[in-house]
């Protein structure tokens, strides 16, 4: 979802920017869930009623508040969460619809940043006029209580581990890595580990439905935000507004299916750059073919896996840095020029292009500091579905599959996909379709070569929601919304503003 945008969406399934907000005083309180015209569950009543204290955040146009919610659902007297939003109000000219909640995905990214940072700035004028524009930090997120693993010097190491093991020993000190992520998690966040599903997250977006006022809920999610979308659908069907889920994810699959159907969506986005690759002078990778330049990757890879190579930094420039800095390029074909120039780099033993990559994709600071995006994504991934594998051997007889999905990540893609058989609490979700019966129409947008939310996907959640209309970019780069496309602007927009969806299987170039 970016045309250069500020924050992209994120899908980090696999595996493996924000603004701070001051505690000025001031603002006023919010209607209580009588004025939503909502009863509150049972049990919930004082978080349902309680008063929202708004305060200048520090950012010109934004207000902030801190809601509290249940830590456990299913027993509301055990202890709050405080979770952080912000909102920048209706513009005008025209009558305010209500709120619209937005999510850029992750799960780890902060919704926050996304409408301080773009979308409450960039989103289509005439929504912006008409809406307030509101974002919640999930639980475990950023703002909201967020989950803490490893410190920076930690988190440097953890991500230059070898994700492709060639020997038992490489083996070995992978899986150590995971194990030692996953044991920083419990050590510094095992209260709250248990509590960030996706589901607790839906619940908390109705509890603020109801204090913002609004009847039903409106909402854009993109990337993992589709899932948090739908699945809120499916819990509060008649609470279910204008959904519009770009990018989606399908709730259905289990994660190894997940996990290899994004390895093929990162392969597609990479033929996709290498057959723009090779028409340009300057492409690192040959100027022949698209195998070809599979091939030259390829040896870089192993090259660097090898003989790791500086990168003007304290951190060399090895296989996994290098894979990740490609992987980040594959979101968004603006930054195809950047990835070519950053190859060409590390082929003559300057590793820096495509560590600044790499660390944009961790949300790595100069300082060393990193968001606590990965941390978040994996707390969440492993409490929503039983892990892909269950230890080493379950991988090496599943590489042959990622590699047939894809030659150049497949190998790579398996082995990260281990991360969650090490992780200290149990899954609590299943993969299951997602109906949301009694909705109004949900409009599901898909791009047909999106790396990180396969296509199939957006046509498998449309297919499973009672009421979903299917929006098609046909192109590039991950999610289609606000990315240059005027078609699908106007038809999100128009269902935005009019609540009327395109007809479903509309195409957009």
Known sequence: METRRLLRTFALGIGTAGLLVSGCSGGGSS?????????????????????????DCGVEGFECTTMKAPKDYDKPDDGDIDLAVSRKKATGPGKRIGSLLVNPGGPGGSAIGYLQGYAALGYPAPVRARYDMVAIDPRGVARSEPVECLTGKEMDAYTQVDQTPDDEAEVRKLTAAFKKFAAGCEKRSGKILPYVSTVDTARDMDVLRALLGDEKLNY?????????????????????????????????????????????????????????????????????STEDAAAALKRLFTDLDANPVPTGDDRELGEALATTGVIAAMYDEAAWPQLREALAGAQRSDGSGLLSLADSYYEREPDGKYANLMFANA????????????????????????????????????????????????ATGTPHPTKARGT?????????????????????????????????????????????????????????LEGTPPRDGKKCT
Not at 31 to 55: D, I
Not at 396 to 417: C, L, M, Y
Not at 475 to 496: K, Q
């Open 220 to 288: 854009v999610g993109a990337s993992y935000g589709t899932f948090l979308g739908a699945t809120y659908a499916d819990l509060y069907p008649k609470r279910a507004g204008r959904l519009v889920l770009d990018g989606a994810m399908d709730p259905s699959l289990k994660a190894i299916d997940m996990n290899r159907d994004q390895t093929a969506g990162f392969e597609g986005a990479f033929q996709s750059f290498a057959a723009d690759c090779v028409k340009q002078p300057d492409c690192p990778l040959g100027t022949t």
């Open 440 to 496: 109004a129409p949900i409009l599901v947008v898909g791009t047909t070569r999106d790396p990180a939310t396969p296509y199939t996907w957006s046509e498998s959640l449309a297919g499973q929601l009672s009421s979903g209309t299917l929006l098609t970019y046909e192109g590039d780069g991950h999610t289609a919304y606000g990315r240059g496309s005027d078609c699908v602007d106007t038809a999100v927009n128009t269902y935005l």
């Open 379 to 426: 707390a969440v991934n492993c409490l929503d579905l039983p892990p892909a594998f269950d230890g080493p051997d379950a991988v090496e007889k599943a590489v042959p599959d990622f590699e047939k999905a894809s030659p150049v990540f497949g190998r790579g893609f398996a082995w990260a996909s281990l991360n969650c058989a090490y992780w200290p609490t149990e």
């Open 31 to 55: 209607p209580n869930a009588s004025a939503a015209g909502t009863a509150a569950p049972e049990g919930l009543s004082s978080y349902y009623t309680q008063k929202l204290s708004w305060r």
